[in-house]
């Protein structure tokens, strides 16, 4: 039997965020790019592999950019 509609949203949900944070993204710097993904709710995990950074590092480049 298929999943139902409740249990397929969280997935499609999931997928929209990552579809929105790729956008968001896109023509801007590394330090930006955190930036955008940290207002967009994501945690350092997230970000951190976004951007192609450890998640201590992608946090670390946060606060000296808002510093």
């Known amino acids: 039997m298929g ?3 409740r ?4 997935a499609i949900n999931g997928k929209l ?3 929105i944070a790729v956008v968001a993204m896109q023509g801007r710097s ?3 790019q955190i930036r955008v ?3 967009l709710g994501f945690d350092w ?4 592999g976004f ?13 000296r950019s808002t510093s």
């Open 30 to 32: 590394q330090d930006e």
């Open 51 to 63: 951007v192609g950074l450890k998640p201590a590092a992608a946090r670390m480049r946060h606060r």
């Open 17 to 19: 965020d990552r579809l």
């Open 3 to 5: 999943e139902t509609e």
């Open 7 to 10: 249990e397929l949203l969280p």
């Open 45 to 48: 995990d997230s970000v951190g």
């Open 37 to 39: 993904l940290r207002n």
